[in-house]
């Protein structure tokens, strides 16, 4: 009964996550995102493009897809830790890899941030407010996305050692920062090299 539940949350999720809302946003402002900017289909993307209400608005709409299945799944399921984590890990790949978009999407961030919500609230609250100081240093939003990530892995890291979290979702916050480095590749290689597009200023 578990495993069917799961299977179909799984899917569920996926489907979810591969709603691109970001892409929509700013197709409702008149804009492709695959065209302009860094041509990432996330929300940073759509804030340079479109402006700070979008940006918040898909931001919004990419966390809430990753949070929804997952919190259901957490709180009313009643399902263990091992599917939670894996319908969470169903909606971040469903907005990497969206069905409806011809699996070309964004990097993970803001849905990832969804599923840590449901999951692991304080993390989440501490790695917004290591992104907001990061991005007001730098105006570079990779840099907040990376720190962030950082300061939530460290944050699972001592919460399991303190046994405040359980083992299977501090590896799963592990495998989700991974994939965050990994999808950020471009943009590491682009602050190495001091070319990394700054924000000027979200109207």
Not at 116 to 143: D, E, H, K, N, Q
């Amino acid at each position: 009964m578990i495993i069917g539940e799961t299977i179909i949350f799984i899917g569920l999720a996926y489907l979810l996550g591969s709603i691109p809302f970001s892409f929509l946003v700013a197709r409702s402002y008149g804009v492709d995102l695959r065209k302009v900017g860094s041509g990432n289909i996330g929300a940073a993307n759509v804030g340079r493009a479109c402006g700070r209400n979008a940006f918040l608005l898909a931001t919004f709409l990419d966390m809430l897809k990753g949070a929804f299945f997952t919190a259901i799944a957490l709180y009313n399921g009643g399902l263990p830790a091992l599917s939670v984590v894996l319908i969470g890990g169903g909606a971040i790949l469903g907005h990497t890899f969206p069905l409806f978009l011809g699996f070309r999407g964004g990097k993970a961030v803001s849905t990832s941030g969804g599923v840590l919500l449901a999951i692991f609230p304080l993390a989440m609250l501490l790695g917004v407010l290591v992104w907001l100081g990061a991005f007001a240093v730098t105006r570079i939003s990779s840099v907040g996305s990376l720190a962030a990530t950082l300061s939530v892995l460290l944050t699972a890291l001592i919460s399991l050692a303190l046994g405040k979290l359980d083992l299977i979702y501090t590896l799963f916050i592990c495998v989700v920062a991974a994939l965050v480095f990994f999808l950020h590749r471009s943009n590491i290689q682009r602050l190495l090299k001091g070319t990394e597009n700054r924000f000027q200023k979200l109207n």
